[in-house]
Structure formats: C-alpha cells, structure tokens
Nanobody, 127 residues
Framework: VQLVESGGGLVQPGGSLRLSCAVS????????VAWFRQAPGKERERVSC????????YYADSVKGRFTISRHNAKNTVYLQMNSLERDDTAVYYC?????????????????????WGQGTLVTVSS
C-alpha cells in the first residue's frame, strides 16, 4: 500500500500549484481521501476532504475559495488544486485515506481515523 504525493515546490505568493496523491495497493473506490498540512512548529491540520462515494467536499476556512479537491478513481489519484497561494500556506502537505464504504462524508476525515498516509510533499510560498 502506497500513497505518493507530488507537485509540491517553491511558488511566489499569488501563484498556483496542483498536488497529486497517487495510490497503489488498493482501490480508492470506497475510501474518503483528505489532505492535511503541517507547518514548522505547528500541529497537523486538515485542509480538505473528498468523500468516498458521492464526492462531497470539505475545506478548512483558511483555504475555502482558493483550493479545490478532486478525485479520479480510474487513475486511483486525488488532486488538490491550490490557487492564490499565501505565505501561510507553506507546509508539508500529506494525503491520507480512510475506508468508508457507507460514505459518512467529511466527518470521517479526521487525523485519528485515517488508515493510510503518504510521506508528504513540501510547499513553500515565498518571494
């Protein structure tokens, strides 16, 4: 089982990045997937979540209107499109998956519930 994040890097404030989370070893069909981030000296926080079946989404207030989560089950991949990036978005971004065949929506996408985690990808927003 592997979740591999990619797409991080250095970007100027106001710029955009698209993160990808490629999954191998299991099918994402019955999994909700979330993006978390952890900035230096801070706790890991939930950024966004997409539910397992109906595709409903959740966003933290700090990213609402700027970030968009999506999933492509045929490719077993989840994406996070990040626009209008701010310095406070600088962090290591992690994707994580939780088995949710019933589809409890974003309520299952909490740190202690996640079944699998990726290694993270660093996003640095700086001029």
């Amino acid at each position: 089982v592997q979740l591999v994040e990619s797409g991080g890097g250095l970007v100027q404030p106001g710029g955009s990045l698209r993160l990808s989370c490629a999954v191998s070893g299991f099918s994402l069909d019955y999994y909700a997937v979330a993006w978390f981030r952890q900035a230096p000296g801070k706790e890991r926080e939930r950024v966004s979540c997409i539910s397992s079946r109906d595709g409903s989404t959740y966003y933290a207030d700090s990213v609402k209107g700027r970030f968009t989560i999506s999933r492509h089950n045929a490719k077993n991949t989840v994406y996070l499109q990040m626009n209008s990036l701010e310095r406070d978005d600088t962090a290591v971004y992690y994707c994580a998956a939780v088995y949710d065949p019933v589809d409890y929506g974003s309520s299952n996408c909490v740190y202690g519930n996640m079944d699998y985690w990726g290694q993270g990808t660093l996003v640095t927003v700086s001029s």
